[in-house]
């Protein structure tokens, strides 16, 4: 269960934070309907996607049994990692709209390649890891035209040795993450077919909206909907 999760700015605003993680079939995650104002619609609890690290409870017998949050995500996406685990495994994320927190949160577009180089990789290590075979090969080529245009991104913005560590990285840990993908993959109760009905096609976070990303996700869209049907 999640907080509801405002900005905090010099005090106890109503601009939305996070209302529920939200995930884009390819592996990113982003904030749901971030920065945008707190209304009526969120009073009531939801399910969502995944439940931020920011403010969670979670069972301790059920955290147990999901198998905890992955050391490999170090830093990043490991909320992430662990909402979808826990869906696989038959459990349920919810925003509990009754607690607020406000949290002290700004997104900045830094020349930090290691956080770059961080995300990038465990977006390939969340991809590979809990997706179906199946599903893997399906969402290949749009994943494929992806990478192409992260690549051109990271060449641009001076990450392009930060990607291809995450690629160096993904290579030299596949037999780690392979006996991993087993064991996640051995406790799955719930098919890709109906978790994907939890995914976002597009990938909505403001502070990155650009006429790129507009492109990008008519594109998603287009093949979210080719591909849902053979999930």
């Given at each position: ?172 840990n596949i037999k780690r993450l392979s ?53």
């Open positions: 269960a999640q907080s509801k999760i405002l900005l905090w700015n010099n005090g106890k605003g109503n601009i939305i934070n996070t209302d529920g993680g939200k995930i884009n079939y390819l592996g990113f995650g982003f904030c749901g309907n971030y920065k945008k104002n707190d209304s009526e619609r969120n009073a009531q609890d939801a399910d969502i996607a995944f439940a931020s690290g920011c403010s969670v409870l979670i069972k301790k017998d059920s955290y147990l049994k999901i198998g905890g949050f992955d050391d490999d995500f170090f830093a990043y996406v490991e909320d992430q990692d662990f909402g979808w685990r826990a869906k696989m495994s038959g459990y349920r994320s919810i925003l509990s709209a009754r607690s607020t927190v406000w949290h002290k949160y700004e997104f900045k577009k830094t020349k930090n390649g290691n956080k770059f180089y961080l995300l990038e990789r465990n977006r390939l290590y969340f991809i590979f890891k809990n997706y179906s075979l199946k599903t893997i090969i399906l969402i290949m080529p749009a994943l494929l035209l992806m990478e192409l245009g992260i690549i051109g991104y990271s060449v641009i913005n001076g990450f392009f040795i930060d990607k291809l560590r995450s690629y160096l990285d993904f290579l030299l006996d991993d993908r087993r064991i996640v993959q051995g406790k799955r109760v719930v098919s890709d077919r109906q978790l994907f009905s939890n995914l976002s096609p597009t990938i909505d976070f403001e502070d990155i909206s650009s006429l790129p990303l507009k492109i990008a996700n008519t594109f998603l869209i287009g093949y979210y909907k080719i591909i849902i049907n053979f999930i």
